[in-house]
């Protein structure tokens, strides 16, 4: 489940990043954009499902901005046509019909949450560990990744997700894989006031609870669906 040419939104982006080497070094140190990038669903024997296509998504703008890929743009909004077996029609977050896939709403959700429209600013720093404790045969734990952002109100969103194949692209049509969860323990130095938990769930939705703290630390399970965990420092 962890392998190179896979279909996982992290390939090619740490541990085989030729793509990155290939076409950043005659620009130098300007920023990169992603100008055409995403999956496609439907019923030809290389589609993800929209099952998987919903946690794919939103992993995959996380992944390049973790890079430092300042915009990402998917390929496309809306499917081209109706047929599950032409590949080209089925790359939409929408359906043909205009009716939302999984990743549209997951998508939705996660910019919705993140979104601070106000001026820019300058981030303040968090002071945190991330220790990850897998189930047996799971041991590549440099595959659990985040992403630390902040909005002007103080408040701090981690990004957490385990970054792995969902697919078995090795056979026709794929198989659908279910990773197990991955146990993850997060101390932090700095002292958090109060921390809540948002989950996109497998339609896309977004659900949220209050998180418990203990010791200035969290215990949480990072899963193949993208988590955010807001972060209120004490003041």
Not at 94 to 112: C, E, H, V, W
Not at 161 to 180: C, G, K, Q, V
């Amino acid at each position: 489940m962890y392998y190179a040419h896979s279909n996982f939104p992290g390939n090619n982006v740490d541990e085989y990043p030729y793509l990155f080497q290939a076409f950043s070094s005659p620009f130098g140190s300007k920023p990169m954009t992603a100008t055409e990038t995403g999956y496609y669903t439907g019923k030809d024997t290389k589609a993800v499902s929209e099952n998987v296509h919903g946690k794919y998504m939103p992993r995959l703008f996380l992944e390049y901005f973790r890079k430092g890929i300042v915009r990402t743009c998917s390929y496309e909004l809306l499917d081209e046509g109706k047929d599950p077996n032409w590949s080209e029609a089925n790359f939409g977050l929408l359906r043909n019909d205009f009716s939302p896939k999984p990743a549209y709403t997951a998508l939705k959700n996660m910019i919705g949450l993140l979104k601070d429209p106000a001026a820019s600013f300058t981030p303040g720093s968090l002071d945190y560990t991330i220790t990850v404790n897998p189930p047996q045969g799971y041991n590549r734990t440099q595959y659990v990744h985040s992403l630390l952002l902040q909005k002007q109100n103080g408040k701090f969103y981690l990004a957490l997700w385990h970054e792995i194949a969902n697919n078995d692209t090795s056979t026709s049509p794929l198989r659908e894989l279910t990773p197990p969860n991955m146990p993850t323990t997060i101390s932090f130095k700095t002292p958090i006031a109060a921390a809540n938990v948002f989950s996109l769930e497998t339609d896309g939705r977004m659900s949220s609870s209050p998180f418990s703290i203990t010791n200035n630390t969290i215990s949480i399970n990072a899963k193949d669906r993208v988590r955010i965990i807001e972060l209120t420092p004490q003041k």
